[in-house]
RNA sequence: GCGCCCGUAGCUCAGCAGGAUAGAGCACCAGAUUCCUAAUCUGGGGGCCAUGGGUUCGAAUCCCGUCGGGCGCACCA
């Protein structure tokens, strides 16, 4: 076992060893599927360091008894270096227990790879591209696109450490009718700007106090040129330039929280240059768009429906409910229409591509995989693509539900709240819970009780560590592995914990749930503050042991990895890991 | 009416591609501070995993029905 090869991988492929060995006797029939073969801690401690299920899993398809099966692969697991014992239990369970030496490994391991520890190669380079926030860019970011925000960033900083090439990609919806209502809008601050008296700001424009300055920026640069003019002459121009300024306040709103997009692409100069006709031309010539007879929405066909023929995708041969139509009757590209060739463009430049999307946009999903699906798929290999939907927040007040609306401009902005609670929490908050479930963000709640919110335990763990290390520094004591056997049941029970941190990686992006690195970075700090508090009442049991400098070294080298661990796993989340508290 | 998501302790939520006796935080009760940071720790009470079936060696987890909550059901985005 190499220093780089963490123990989980190492007995995974022990047991495939072992498995290899029982094929090559003939005990067990070739080709087995072993996909279910599992590697994992026990529940129960007292079971022992590992477990496996494999003499369960295969004992059927082998046509053995699990027992028996388990005998096998004890005898030979046995055999394996630094293997203490290997028992059968239950119906067929192998319980491992491994040498304190093979966790000391571990812990240097840690030690050799730094923050790169728990980095895979799982991804195998492949290029995974994450679409997330993509807010209309007309207006500062609110709270109810911070979950998707935080969710789709720690994804994708999560998918690059398990080995994928990452593109973090936000989708700017500037081509629709609601960034002219924002050109409109910012006619009105122009004028305002201008020192005309315009009074409330019309239903049905954005009242926003945001867009004084596009109006004053607009009057500055044309005076009052556009003033009386009709709409036509200003339109274009207002829309370009008050969708850039608003672009830049959502920059600004992200990098609060440290979300740094890798690309913006336009809905507008998608269609400027003509992806949605080739598409649409695709299509047509593969007979998946065909001129047809849009059905009423079912359940409540509107009094005044009228059936039009539109160009439409037969999604329905892709699992939707109907056919989506791709153009207005204006000849205008529907949102679909524009989106189904904006995800073709992506897929020319990624190997899988992940949305996240916010749950009210749930009804949308079969129709956008169905057209990733027939447009990628013409080869018979459609690329990966998965919509995650992150669940509504709930936003609250005092323990009542507090309701944005953006037309009576009360909504809650993002910066506000970062301001309020800061960047970590508000992180760590949208990463403790998944995504698939509602959650409810209490403003008074997480300000005032902000001591206990489980990202400040996880710092002060890192905090504690670091004290720790300044403390035994300025005492004369620095790390060292020289000792490490020293180490006893407590401190290996702190490394067998961290130890399963590679594999949490790998398993929390192939499931595409950051919120479980969250969780694991909980458990180690409970761990670590527990084995703390030992030494409060025997102070043997403390990282310095003043008259013991052997000791003292090979545990502060413990806390020092232990510290790297939690650095790594915040990173993971964009929490910061503080020095003091 | 249809589709998607959810239902686990009083509350907020985990439960690792079905696995051994279902966990954590908050709240409640009882304790630990001459000590490396008590923003911490130890112990206790508290569960028909919404409900009824099914699949199998084994189900909180998979399948079907029912009930309850959320989101959606445009030529909007």
Redesign the pocket.
């Known amino acids: 076992m190499t220093a780089a090869l963490t123990i989980h991988a190492a007995f995974a492929g022990h047991i495939a060893a072992a498995l290899d060995a029982l094929e090559a006797a003939g005990t067990l029939p070739d080709g087995l599927n072993r996909?279910?073969v599992?590697v994992?801690?026990?529940?129960?401690p007292?079971?022992?360091d590992l477990?496996t299920?494999a003499a369960?899993?295969l004992?059927?398809p082998a046509g053995l008894n699990?027992r028996a099966l388990a005998e096998l692969l004890v005898a030979e697991l046995t055999k394996v270096p630094g293997v203490a014992s290997a028992e059968i239990?239950?119906?067929?369970?192998?319980?491992l227990r491994v040498d304190a030496a093979a966790w000391i490994a571990e812990l240097r391991a840690i030690a050799a790879l730094g923050g790169d520890y728990g980095r895979s190669t799982m991804g195998q380079g492949s290029t995974v591209n994450v679409e997330y926030v993509s807010a209309?860019p007309t207006g500062p970011m609110h709270m109810g696109h911070c979950r998707g925000a935080v969710v789709g960033d720690a994804l994708a900083t999560l998918l690059e450490f398990a080995g994928h090439k990452v593109i973090r990609e936000y989708y700017v919806?500037d081509?629709?009718?609601?960034v002219d209502v924002l050109a409109r809008s910012a006619h009105v601050r122009y004028r305002e700007a201008l020192g005309e008296a315009v009074g409330d700001i019309p239903e049905g424009l954005y009242p926003g106090e945001y867009l004084i300055p596009v109006g004053q920026a607009l009057a500055a640069e044309f005076g009052d040129t556009y003033a009386k003019a009709p709409e036509a002459d200003w339109l274009v121009p207002f829309r370009t330039r008050a969708v850039a300024a608003m672009l830049e306040m959502i920059k600004a709103d992200l990098a609060l929280l440290g979300i740094h997009h890798d690309l913006f692409s336009s809905?507008a100069e998608l269609q400027a240059a003509g992806k949605p006709d080739e598409a649409e031309k695709w299509l047509r010539a593969h007979d998946l768009v065909y001129d047809g007879h849009?059905?009423?929405?079912?359940?409540?066909t509107?009094e005044d429906w009228?059936p039009?023929v539109?160009p439409l995708f037969r999604s329905t041969k892709f699992g939707d409910?109907q056919d989506?139509?791709i153009?207005?009757?204006?000849g205008?590209?529907?949102?679909?229409?524009a989106?189904l060739a904006y995800h073709f463009q992506k897929a020319q430049s990624a190997d899988a591509l992940v949305d996240i999307w916010?749950?009210?946009?749930?009804?949308?999903?079969?129709r956008i995989k169905a057209a990733v699906a027939a447009m990628t798929g013409a080869e018979g290999k459609p690329t990966p693509f998965e919509v995650k939907?992150v669940?509504?927040v709930q936003l609250m007040k005092g323990g009542q539900p507090f309701k944005m609306s953006k037309r009576a401009g009360n909504f809650v902005t993002l910066a506000d709240v970062v301001e309020m609670v800061g960047k970590d929490v508000v992180r760590f908050t949208m990463l403790?819970?998944?995504?698939?479930?509602?959650?409810?963000f209490d403003f008074d709640k997480v300000v005032e009780?902000?001591?206990?919110n489980?990202v400040?335990?996880v710092q002060?763990a890192h905090?504690?560590i670091?004290?720790?290390l300044?403390?035994?520094a300025a005492e004369g004591f620095a790390p060292d592995d020289a000792a490490l056997d020293r180490l006893g049941e407590e401190e290996l029970g702190l490394i067998k914990l961290a130890a399963?941190f590679p594999?949490?990686v790998e398993?929390?992006a192939?499931?595409r749930?950051p919120?479980?690195v969250a969780?694991f970075l909980?458990d180690l700090?409970?761990a670590f503050?527990?084995?703390?508090?030992?030494?409060?009442?025997r102070?043997e049991?403390?990282?310095?042991?003043a008259q013991d400098a052997a000791l003292t070294s090979a545990?502060l080298y413990l806390a020092t990895q232990i510290g790297q661990l939690v650095r790594n796993g915040l990173a993971l989340l964009g929490v910061e890991a503080?020095?003091?508290?």
């Not at 205008?332 to 229409?337: A, D, K, N, S």
């Open positions: 996909a279910a599992a994992e801690p026990p529940r129960d007292s079971h022992g477990a299920n369960m899993v004992a059927k699990p239990a239950g119906p067929g369970f192998i319980n209309n919806n081509a629709g009718a609601q809905e849009l059905e009423a929405p079912k359940g409540k509107p009228e039009v539109l409910d989506r139509p153009k207005k009757s204006t205008e590209w529907t949102y679909f229409g989106d916010g749950a009210d946009h749930a009804g949308t999903v079969k939907l669940q509504m403790t819970r998944k995504p698939d479930a509602q959650m409810d009780a902000s001591k206990d489980p400040f335990y002060y905090a504690r670091r004290s720790t300044r403390k035994g399963q594999r949490l398993a929390a192939v499931a749930e919120h479980r969780f909980h700090a409970a503050h527990a084995y703390w508090n030992v030494g409060n009442d102070p049991k403390r990282f310095i042991v545990r503080v020095e003091e508290m």
